[in-house]
């Protein structure tokens, strides 16, 4: 395996994917067409070199930058299923205001509810009940670790039982299917892709499952006498947390052997719960999206010493900060192909 540099996301009824500084989102309208939006990242990374290179710092940057523009790309990915509603008579610079309005407080009340949840709560849990019985502080941090991990396998297992989010898990399994199949040597077609793995080392399921293990070892150093400030703790170490997860998982999505292999399997097993396989009809979403931001081909050619033949494709292009949107018709004969 070769590391490629792209990433993605699933969508709603489409794939997301990012090389660089531009991204992509391919989206399989009602009509059955798919339709490619590209744009270049209007990243904080992509403002400052120092960001994108400095350890630890741009982990913190990299997880803000992911989650702004995740929330960007669902809700644009949701326009082609809402119903008209008053919305639609809104000019375009109104709904692309009211949409980044609607972003930023999503992003800040998701924050907030997963901090409360996630961290606040197995912490209540261990200091107010379970701190009657456990007078081991170490072994109090060790089962609010276990707890918070037990409530993020719970809360992915339940939304997986909403008929909305097992199709997000397909399109999510697409999407991995998509850069193994590449980064494994093979050319990006419909058949390569569905034997590929639905499971990567770079997922953020497994960026997670860091978080969570990264958190218990932090806490276990990091102690404080006063109740207030060990709450606080679980609240203001996370950016530390954040920047420390994202190099253990930058390094295991960059080497490839038996001990890295060994370390990012528990993040694998946990992506069991967060993708699903997909139908070709999915894979083609996934393919449009890379195909749009990535040279693949001459990835393969550097990489793999295998030269690929060029067909046909629509190609996606962006100019300075400007979209150019293409529709790409496919029919029950076609499939799209490398």
């Not at 391919?26 to 994108?52: H, L, M, W």
Request: glycine content about 6%.
């Amino acid at each position: 395996m070769k590391y490629s540099g792209i990433g993605g996301q699933a969508v709603i009824e489409g794939v997301m994917m990012k090389n660089k500084d531009k991204y992509a989102i391919a989206v399989r309208k009602p009509d059955g067409q798919i339709e490619v939006k590209t744009e270049n990242c209007n990243a904080i990374s992509g403002k400052a070199a120092f960001y994108a290179r400095a350890p630890f710092i741009r982990g913190i940057v990299n997880f803000i930058d992911s989650l702004v523009l995740g929330m960007s790309t669902l809700t644009y990915s949701t326009s082609f299923y809402d119903e008209e509603d008053e919305e639609d008579k809104k000019t375009p610079e109104e709904k692309e205001k009211s949409d980044k309005i609607f972003n930023i407080i999503t992003v800040i009340i998701s924050v907030i509810l997963a901090l409360g949840i996630f961290m606040v709560g197995p912490w209540c849990l261990s200091e107010f009940v379970l701190s009657r019985f456990i007078k081991s502080k170490s072994v109090l941090i060790l089962i609010e670790g276990l707890v918070r991990v037990a409530l993020f396998i719970g809360y992915v297992t339940l939304i997986s039982l909403m008929k909305d989010i097992k199709r997000v898990y397909m399109y999510h399994g697409a999407e991995h299917k998509c850069i193994n199949c590449i980064e494994h040597g093979l050319e990006l077609n419909v058949e390569n892709v569905r034997k590929s793995s639905k499971e990567h080392k770079r997922c953020g399921t497994s960026f997670m499952l860091i978080v969570m293990c990264i958190s218990i070892l932090v806490l276990m150093l990091v102690r404080f006498d006063s109740r207030i400030l060990r709450m606080l703790a679980r609240i203001l170490l996370i950016p530390l947390i954040a920047g420390i997860s994202y190099e253990f998982l930058r390094f295991t999505g960059t080497h490839d052997n038996a001990f890295v292999n060994a370390l990012s399997k528990p993040g694998l097993l946990l992506q069991g719960l967060t993708t699903r396989e997909p139908d070709d009809d999915m894979i083609e979403v996934g393919i449009a999206s890379v195909e749009a931001v990535f040279d693949w081909r001459a990835y393969i050619e550097e990489n793999f010493g295998t030269k690929v033949s060029d067909t046909a494709q629509p190609e996606a292009n962006t100019v300075g900060c400007e979209a150019e949107t293409l529709e790409v018709k496919i029919t029950d004969d076609e499939q799209a192909d490398s």
